[in-house]
């Protein structure tokens, strides 16, 4: 429709920019909100709206967007900063799309389920995580699902798993694995590097957050496709055929990542997650597929377009 306002806050994050690129590939109106009103991917420049905008600051930002039918949540502030901030943000984006009547799409992640159940996880599985983090993200979800039943907001949650591909830097497969893969250096990997685990490619994740957001859906909360669960082992071999040579890597135990921790904030935060990749975690996605069709790109091609997109970027700068 041409009334459609398309706003994306957190649009230079790696979600934030797909669904940015995905917006405009559809020829949406759409517009950008960072904290420094530029955009981190400049082919996207005259293409959208780039505004100036801080989520902290709701009343100001809504008066900039009161035009705006769609408003994605793309905010992703680092692990430690996530109790301070996240409520309040959560709070702030409530207030955002009650306030120019807007649908709320809410990029979410997994760190709520019960971790027992990560064999098959579905939508319906218990937000029971005994993580810190876990405790935090069942908090939030629970927040839009009472805003949505109190209030009457239109909201909905799209969830990815670990995420990959072009753009996408901090990520467990991202701008520390990569670009040492090309350059023949050693890179860590996290976990048992045997069991298998479901990775979200980016591309897939924006076109079903796109999807999603443009129809009536069905349900509040959605996980978004992804090719079948693949061992870190794996994701090596097929980047050793790509690049044509025997990689190199370390794999730190949990004792090893907390005492990084004691130097590191991130390596602190992620010590309680570990168990993401010490078990087998599957994401099942039927609830996507049976509204919107079973799109996914295959592992081995997310990962050959993710290596072409790292090997510019260390050619550019190199």
């Known amino acids: ?15 934030g920019n797909a669904i940015l690129e995905r917006l405009v590939e559809l020829g949406k109106n759409t517009v950008s909100v960072t904290r ?59 207030k955002l ?19 027992d159940q990560t064999s098959n996880l579905k939508e319906s599985t218990a937000h029971s995580s005994p ?15 009472d805003a949505h039943q109190n209030k009457g907001l239109n909201v909905v949650m799209v969830r990815g798993s670990d995420f990959y591909g072009p753009g996408v830097r901090n990520a467990t497969l991202g701008d520390q694995f990569f670009p040492n893969a090309i350059r023949g250096k050693k890179f860590m990997v996290f976990g048992d590097v045997d069991q298998p685990h479901s990775f979200t490619y980016m591309p897939d994740f924006a076109k079903s957050v796109v999807n ?8 509040r909360i959605y996980h978004a496709p992804n090719a079948d669960a693949i061992s870190q082992r794996e994701v090596i071999a097929i980047l050793e055929k790509e690049l044509g040579t025997q990689l190199k890597y370390s794999n730190p135990g949990s004792f090893m990542i907390g005492f990084f921790g004691l130097f590191d904030k ?9 168990y993401q990749f010490n078990q087998e975690f599957r994401v099942n996605h039927s ?32």
């Open 287 to 318: 609830r996507y597929a049976s509204e919107f069709g079973n799109g996914y790109t295959k592992i081995e091609d997310g990962l050959s377009e993710t290596l072409k997109w790292y090997k510019t970027e260390y050619e550019t700068k190199n």
């Open 97 to 115: 799309a009650m306030t120019t009547d807007s649908k709320l799409i809410v990029v979410d992640n997994l760190y709520m389920y019960n971790p």
């Open 36 to 94: 420094n009103g530029k955009l981190r991917n400049n082919k996207l420049n005259g293409k959208v709206k780039n505004l100036m905008g801080d989520v902290f600051n709701s009343n100001g930002l809504a008066e900039q967007i009161k035009d705006a039918t769609h408003i994605y949540n793309a905010v992703n502030p680092p692990y430690y900063e996530w109790v301070d901030k996240l409520p309040e943000i959560t709070e702030s984006f409530i």
């Open 131 to 145: 993580t810190k983090k876990g405790k935090l993200r069942a908090r939030i979800a629970k927040m839009y699902l």
């Open 266 to 274: 991130m390596a602190k935060e992620f010590r309680e997650m570990l």
């Open 212 to 219: 999603i957001s443009l129809a009536d859906n069905k349900e």
């Open 1 to 15: 429709m041409n009334d459609e306002l398309h706003v994306v806050i957190g649009a230079n994050g790696n979600a």
